[in-house]
């Protein structure tokens, strides 16, 4: 099961992400649930640091996990980007409920 851990201010603004594991839907190059997980997780970080240019701690696993955390004061600049990309997790949580799980983490 994948496992995507958002993380969250005490007001609840978003910050982040931690996302771990193995849809297992499919095998290995034909795992649907997994492509888009990974696909909308690259482009989070991407529009993330790479064209709104904010400062992030980034990492890309080799096992396939991503993690991005921005500083709060980033939280409003990022806060669309991210809201988008929790929605797309919860809809792919709806859709899939074996294979990803969506969670919160108060930072």
Do not use: W
Request: charged letters at 20%.
């Amino acid at each position: 099961m994948i496992k995507v851990d958002f993380f969250t201010d005490d007001k609840g603004l978003l910050l982040g992400f931690d996302m771990y594991g193995h849809a297992e839907y499919d095998e290995h190059g034909q795992d649907i649930v997994c492509a888009a997980v990974s696909s909308a997780a690259y482009l989070t970080i991407n529009m993330i640091s790479e064209i709104i240019k904010i400062p992030a701690d980034i990492n890309v696993k080799n096992t396939g996990g991503m993690y991005l955390k921005i500083k709060e004061d980033y939280a409003n600049l990022c806060r669309d980007i991210l809201l988008g990309f929790k929605l797309h997790m919860l809809n792919l949580e709806e859709q899939y409920p074996q294979n990803i799980t969506v969670n919160y983490m108060e930072v």
